[in-house]
């Protein structure tokens, strides 16, 4: 290997400093070459971008208006079955409303053709004794009737104690007893378990003795009992019509109470039906 003199080497560092180093003429030829070449290729490959990019951005605009075709028939969709629900929801309370009063009303039949028979029972047996002569029976003295009738409630003797009970109030309904004795009609009901005739029996209180100690009573007791089926919304509306109608009423606290529980289990379909 041939090395460099000094002064060659020097002359060499000088032309590259310079920048002044110089090629031969085909050497030039073959690097212009290259990079018109390689200026092609990058063309090339600008324009296959640019196409993809477009082809791109034409899939996004497709998706995108897809998306939104979807998403309004979506909507109208769910609208759709929105109205349906309120809909159906409307028809439900609607006969759920109808059933009620339909049993309301029956009740209330079944109520004034049981206190029709008792009374003209009542006035039948009355007749006949006079008739014969003979003593008129308990049936016919409020005062033996109550005695008879708490005597049987404190025995646990329900059907009994209910029958004396009943008798004194369609016999005597002006009677100094009578609403006591159309709230302990409910009770045996109550002690019995038969919640829906004891509310029937409870609902007579507030209607006929409106003024006695007991109907605020009454209207807890059938609070209680329309719990008892679960009737959340019903045992509300009794507990309601306490604090309205007896604003005064030592059952407040224990209405306002009773209230809260019922709103906490209102979605609890172990405890309210309704």
């Not at 009740?107 to 003979?134: I, P, W």
């Not at 404190?154 to 369609?170: I, P």
């Not at 919640?195 to 059938?222: H, M, N, P, T």
């Amino acid at each position: 290997m041939k090395i460099l003199s000094a002064t060659a080497l020097a002359a060499l560092a000088a032309a590259l400093l310079s920048g002044c180093l110089v090629t031969t003429r085909g050497e030039g030829k073959a690097l212009r070459r290259d990079v018109t070449a390689l200026d092609q290729r990058v063309a090339a490959k600008e324009d296959d971008i640019t196409s993809k990019v477009e082809e791109l951005q034409r899939v996004l605009e497709e998706a995108t208006k897809v998306l939104k075709r979807n998403s309004a028939d979506l909507g109208a969709d769910v609208e759709a079955l929105r109205d349906d629900i309120r809909v159906s929801t409307g028809l439900v309370s609607a006969s759920k409303n109808m059933i009620d009063e339909l049993r309301t009303e029956l009740e209330r039949f079944k109520a004034s053709n049981e206190e029709r028979l008792a009374s003209l029972e009542l006035r039948v047996q009355t007749l006949e004794t006079r008739g014969t002569g003979a003593a008129v029976p308990a049936a016919g003295n409020p005062d033996e009737l109550w005695t008879q009738a708490t005597t049987a409630f404190g025995a646990k003797r329900w059907a009994d104690a209910r029958e004396a009970f009943k008798k004194l109030t369609l016999g005597f309904p002006t009677h100094g007893r009578a609403d006591d004795a159309q709230y302990f009609r409910g009770e045996t009901h109550f002690q019995e378990q038969a919640w829906d005739a004891a509310i029937g029996e409870y609902q007579k209180v507030w209607e006929k003795f409106a003024d006695s100690d007991l109907a605020d009573d009454a209207l807890f007791r059938a609070a209680e009992a329309a719990e008892k089926l679960k009737n959340c919304t019903e045992a509300r509306a009794y507990l309601a019509a306490l604090k309205q109608k007896y604003p005064r009423s030592v059952l407040i606290k224990k209405a306002d109470t009773m209230t809260k529980a019922l709103q906490a289990a209102a979605k609890n379909k172990a405890k309210c039906s309704s």
